[in-house]
């Protein structure tokens, strides 16, 4: 998967998560590829990278 993947799906309205996924490495990773949503086990240490990133 990668960008242009799911921009093409955004393009079609379509959503892109990504389920369980806990590794803060992948989370940067999926974050930076402009996924909608992302469900993990640890949402403190998600909100904690969007914040690093400056996103919230």
Known sequence: ?????????????R???Y????NPDD????ISLGA????????EKVHGILKSMGIR
């Open 27 to 30: 989370i940067k990773d999926i």
């Open 15 to 17: 959503f892109v998560h």
């Open 36 to 43: 909608d949503g992302i469900i993990t086990n640890d949402p």
């Open 1 to 13: 998967m990668d960008k242009e993947w799911i921009k093409s799906l955004q393009k079609k309205n």
């Open 19 to 22: 389920w369980t996924v806990d």
